[in-house]
């Protein structure tokens, strides 16, 4: 028995020659191979797979990360990856294709099976992030007219082409979906049974042109293992396994967060600083310009700071409360514009919630900022100020991180842009042009 | 065929009364009509359910989300919730159990069947987030020495409780796993085929005691559809599918996100503009307090604020740059730790991957931001105080982004806390003292 744990990792020594190194390989999962692998480089790791047989080495490719993959891509020709192809699953191969050079690929595709390279070449045409594109066209699918010995010989047939066999689908004269069984159903039924009799003609399918992260929130809601994917016409043409929307969902989760962190996701595997600074620097220089835009608006009133310099000490407070205002109610608008509960709602009707939540929260922290810095300073006019400033940069937060997402979606954007850096650049100028505003206004000493 | 798409909504008329709301749902699958009941309160909810049969009410009220879920069971009476409980599998039992106040737990268990009420009993003992408080108790497995004809008779007998079988487990006498085989091995293999010639003894399996977010990354890993659990003493006592493991991944990502932007995930079922000023002020008086702690900074350095008062026009942009370095280093950081590809290291390693990368940002953003500030103003020494500290205060919250996440997991608390508002509040007041130190020591006019 296999005890796992997520800390135990074989540690290879570079020194001691591939062969070595794939006998402490051999017999190992493939997804453990991979991540023994993953600190080797392209070159080394392309000649420890050397020393494995094909089908482990094509299982140990698709396993290592995406930036591991293409470094050992890069270092194969084209007939090596050809016969590593050839031992994947259509998606699994379409995406490893998918990943060369142009020239390359044709080199790769001339030297596939017939069957295989039309099935490649029909994935290649779906775009990455579509039920197509990550869909695999091996399928187990028989007439209506069919038994269950049917079912069964076909499965034993497809056997060695596809891994993973949860459902056989039926279909009509046009390929064209009307049921679906699972193994269960196939083992519980007699062998002369007919498939129309036992199967579920409630079939849940998607299309090929629907979104990943659409396909996702299917198989969440039905709790799901396989779907069969249909083309626009209505045929049945591939099917997306749960282990693919897994990866999908953990992406996509990446995604957003980097989105919020300003990076991007794919730095985890980024060993150069150089490139890690480029990936991150856009992000601080729109901080840096926003800053400026900040700067910019405080010199306007450097008169006002010169009669009242504790003015100045507020900012952060004004800065920071927007920030954090604006991210709180961006990351829930986006979140439930993500959700499967129908909870978005229109524009208008989130703004009035978020408004009531943020007319409670201005005056709970504008009453007790007011109060500290009235009884810190003594000066209650300044006090005054900060309090009242502090409640309306709330409303103003609140309100731009509710139509911010909204904005950004009508404009076919990730609403999830509106959690990054960009916005809370926008609170800060905006919440200090309103506190100096108001201070500039109502302070009789300024006026 | 079902056509999905996730916007597909019924909408229902409460007035039209609960026999009519039911004759609508009737068909649906138990995921579509708790949507469509999401948006009742709990009474209604309550006596649609009752025009239902048992089994689907039973799969509706797994299928609602947590919050319609314990308002539809508080309006429930113990015989209600109990003759709901027997129909679901031992996991979705004990978690609608768990739901319940204790006297009201006891009600319902002593209404259940004696084997239901152990396996109920048994699973609230685990933690929430364990494998042991995610598995199920039903189970399909037999002695090494049977055949697949046995594994299919106990399929058959085993149909009515168990809704998803995927594999079948081989134990030895003590309930041991020596082997698991997938419904495939059973269709293909012969009906007197012995179980132990065709099954894989390579079972991966966990532990009660590991952590959900654990049993989701060897899902991940292994690309599997439904892991074996085993307790501490290496006896099988259940076993998780894969679409818990979906609601494991998405919870934890929704979970992350909402520790980023200082709110709770269990917000967004949260109606009452109260509630969610309660849960979102704590996060805002942290940021208040911290804003407080700039003020006491500034005030402390308010001389050389007053004799150069273009030195305040800058806060913003040294706070907004430490905010977003600190932000991106500590979600790379976090990140690398859930990774499965042991990209953490050392804190020690890690320090010097950010540190390389921070230098390399702090001379762009600094040369950059002194240039800029040089030429507008014409003030140099304030142009090189900017930059300088720009750049000190760049590298400071790159450190504090590496280190926190460390010193939190080493406190054994989450290190995704690091990426919240505690962090960039914190690097807000260094920021401000690192900068506000510079320029009293070094600019000649105020020394």
Redesign the interface.
């Known amino acids: ?4 744990h ?1 800390d135990d ?1 074989i540690v290879l020594d570079p020194e001691s020659g591939s062969a070595s190194m794939a006998d402490a390989l051999r017999g190992l ?1 493939p ?2 191979i991979a ?1 023994a692998l ?2 080797l480089d392209g070159e080394t790791t392309k000649s420890v797979l050397a020393e494995l047989d094909t089908e482990t080495s094509a299982d140990v490719l698709i ?1 290592l ?1 995406e930036h591991s993959r293409s470094e050992v891509l890069d270092a194969l020709g084209p007939v090596e990856i050809a016969d590593i192809t050839h031992e994947l699953e259509s998606d699994d191969a379409a995406d490893v294709v998918g990943m060369l050079a142009e020239e390359l690929q044709g080199e790769v595709l001339s030297r596939l099976e017939d069957e295989d390279r039309r099935a490649v070449e029909e994935l290649l045409k779906y775009t990455d992030e579509s039920a197509g594109g990550i869909m695999a066209s091996e399928l187990v699918f028989l007439k209506s007219g069919s038994t269950v010995k049917d079912a ?1 010989e076909l ?2 047939k497809a ?1 060695d082409e596809v891994d ?3 459902n056989v689908y039926v279909t009509d004269g046009d390929r ?3 049921g679906v069984l699972s ?2 159903d ?3 039924g007699g062998a002369e049974t007919q498939l129309s009799q036992i199967m579920d ?6 299309s090929t042109d629907m979104d990943q992260e ?1 396909v996702a ?9 396989a779907i069969p994917v249909v083309a626009p016409d209505g045929k049945l043409v591939g099917r997306i396994t ?2 693919d ?3 999908v ?2 992406e996509e ?2 995604e ?3 989105l ?4 991007r ?1 794919d ?3 980024e060993d150069s ?2 490139r ?2 480029r990936i ?2 856009p ?3 729109i ?2 310009i ?3 835009g ?2 910019l608006v ?2 306007h009133f ?1 008169l006002s ?2 009669k009242v ?2 003015l ?10 927007g ?3 604006g ?2 109610t ?3 608008i986006v ?2 514009m993500h ?5 978005s709602g229109a524009a208008r009707e989130r703004l009035g ?1 978020e408004w ?2 943020a ?3 201005a005056i ?2 504008g009453a ?2 007011c109060a ?1 810095v009235g009884f810190w300073l003594g000066d209650w006019h300044v006090a005054a100020v900060v309090g009242c400033s502090l409640a309306a940069v709330i409303l103003v937060a609140a309100t731009l991180g509710t139509l911010i997402p909204f904005a950004l979606r009508g404009m076919g954007i990730d609403p999830a842009v509106a ?1 990054g ?1 960009f916005v ?2 926008l609170n ?1 100028i905006i919440g ?1 042009l309103v506190y100096l505003g108001m201070a500039s206004t109502f302070l009789t000493r300024i006026t």
Do not use: C
Request: aromatic share 6%; charged share 20%; net charge negative.
């Open positions: 028995m296999a005890d796992v997520s990792r999962h997804a453990d991540i993953g600190q396993h990360d069964i499965i034993r056997a993973d066999i949860h064209r979906l009307v193994l269960r196939l083992v519980l003609q409630d079939v849940v399918s998607v659409d929130r299917v198989f969440r809601k039905y709790d799901l293992v749960v282990d929307i897994i990866d969902i953990h989760a990446e957003d967060m980097s919020m962190a300003g990076t996701e730095e985890l595997h600083a150089f890690v600074s991150r620097l992000w601080l220089i901080g840096a926003g800053g400026l900040s700067a405080m010199r450097s700071l010169e310099i504790a100045a000490f507020f900012v952060p407070v004004i800065t920071a409360m920030g954090n205002v991210l709180q961006s990351t829930i979140r439930s959700s499967e509960f129908g909870l919630k009531r939540v007319i409670l929260n709970v922290l007790g900022m500290v959690q850096p809370t650049t800060d200090i």
